[in-house]
């Protein structure tokens, strides 16, 4: 315990920022360049590190470096004190409005294209001192060790415990291409769709299963589907292609239904609404670059909704 002790009180702290960067960065040269230093640095706060605790922390090997399990266990408990601390101290820095650092952010592919690429351009112009990173996948990332600060989500959040908020909703439309209806037939009722070919996508809570709304009327229906993806992307395509019928969220919907690659399908009928949060990493404190990108994109929603407003009363349909 002693001896514990005096090694934890011995600690040069400056190695903690170093050991996270490694494990995450995976390499000694990337760790290196993700903290602006050498790759002689890195190793020599690592040796002392492994050698003040008396662990060996990385399997080594000449392409790659592994946590240890040593090594896995303190970062998984270092990483979320440490985002605390860099938070807590980005946020003395807020009222020098300048904000500066990293701010990495994810969302699915065709929304960070559409609706998170004109925000991130025009938050990056504002902020010139911030490097912004807009990463587009539907993969789930996990957020702390590849450094995410925050994630755009879409739909409903599968895991209650992570910490978000809710931004605003969007509409599911039905959606297929003129060629399939042409070939199979446009259905006229939600009935009529387990008889259709379906494509699947597969980030959905139940993506075989929906219930349509029609004023007191609803039915559910239960799909067959022969294709399947978990990219939205793939799927845009499968449908422009005439695969079938799927649905898709309103912003790509409406992109798709511009270039006359898709059509909405029983557009009488409603499917529930989808969620659109911000996700956020373990720890209590949110950066302040976090928060007033949040903001900036919160308001970038509430003027688009504005603008769509005033365009269906100046063009009743």
């Known amino acids: 315990m002693g001896l514990a002790m005096a090694a934890v009180e011995d600690l040069d702290y400056n190695s903690l920022p170093v050991f996270i960067a490694l494990v995450e960065a995976g390499s000694f040269t990337a760790a290196a360049e993700r903290l602006g230093c050498t790759k002689t640095r890195v190793s020599l ?14 399997h080594r090997t000449t392409r790659q470096v592994q946590p240890t399990q040593a090594g896995e ?11 605390d601390l860099e938070a807590a101290l980005g946020d003395l820095e807020e009222d020098r409005r300048a904000l500066t650092g990293e701010l990495r952010i994810t969302a699915p592919e065709d929304y960070a294209m559409q609706a998170l690429a004109p925000v991130v351009a025009a938050f990056g112009a504002e902020h010139p001192e911030l490097q912004v990173e807009l990463r587009g996948g539907d993969r789930i990332t996990d957020m702390v060790r590849e450094g995410i600060d925050v994630a755009i989500r879409l739909g409903w959040l599968r895991d209650s ?29 939600p009935a009529e769709l387990s008889g259709h070919d379906w494509v699947a996508f597969m980030p959905l809570r139940s993506p075989l299963t929906w219930t349509f709304r029609k004023g007191e009327q609803q039915c559910r229906v239960q799909m067959q589907a022969r294709l399947r993806t978990n990219a939205t992307g793939v799927l845009r395509e499968m449908l422009a292609r005439g695969a079938g ?5 309103q912003p790509s919907a409406e992109a798709e239904i511009s270039a006359g690659r898709l059509v909405r399908v029983l557009a009488d009928w409603q499917l529930p609404d989808g969620g659109i949060y911000a996700v956020y990493p373990p720890g209590r404190y949110i950066p302040a670059r976090v928060r007033a990108f949040v903001d900036a994109f919160r308001a970038s929603r509430q003027d688009t909704a504005a603008r769509h407003q005033q365009h269906n009363q100046e063009n009743p349909k």
Do not use: H, N
Request: aromatic fraction near 12%; hydrophobic fraction near 35%.
């Open 73 to 83: 266990a303190l970062y998984r408990r270092c990483r979320p004190l440490w985002s």
């Open 161 to 189: 415990t992570l910490r978000s908020s809710l931004l605003g909703y969007f509409q599911q439309w039905l959606m297929a291409s003129p060629d399939y209806l042409r070939r199979k037939g446009t259905p006229t009722s």
């Open 45 to 58: 706060q690592i040796r002392r590190l492994e050698e003040r605790l008396g662990q060996t922390l990385f």
């Open 245 to 249: 019928l799927s649905v898709m969220a």
